[in-house]
């Protein structure tokens, strides 16, 4: 049974950094593309960040790029994602997912195989 399990999230001024967590069990975290997703109040879950399989191939959405960084540790089945100069519009509930099946790069967010439950970060103004 594969399960992503977020952490790290809380309360942060504007300006401040977060680094979330997300342990991968039942999967073997080298063999898939993770990514970051985050859902706001009243809208839609959008792409943040992913890491494919090859080591350094990363891609972030606009608004967090120069801001954000997708990491993972393999031998310890975990992705990171470190934000640094964090807004208020950057609060949201942040997912991690796996996808396993190496379709495409990057792959579309209804491609993702497995989603953690996600925490939440509020950053105040």
């Known amino acids: 049974q594969v399960q992503l399990a977020e952490s790290g999230g809380g309360l942060v001024q504007a300006g401040g950094s977060v680094r979330l967590s997300c342990l991968v069990s039942g999967l073997t975290l080298r063999s898939a593309i993770m990514g970051w997703f985050r859902q706001a109040p009243g809208k839609e879950r959008e792409f943040v960040a992913t890491s494919s399989r090859i080591v350094g191939r990363t891609k972030y959405a606009e608004s967090v790029k120069g801001r954000f960084t997708i990491s993972r540790d393999n031998d310890k089945n975990t992705l990171y994602l470190e934000m640094n100069s964090l807004k208020p519009e950057d609060t949201a509930v942040y997912y991690c997912?796996?996808?396993?099946?190496?379709?495409?790069?990057?792959?579309?967010?209804?491609?993702?195989?497995?989603w953690g439950q996600g925490t939440q970060v509020t950053v105040s103004s």
């Open positions: 997912a796996a996808e396993n099946s190496g379709i495409r790069w990057p792959p579309q967010q209804s491609e993702y195989d497995y």
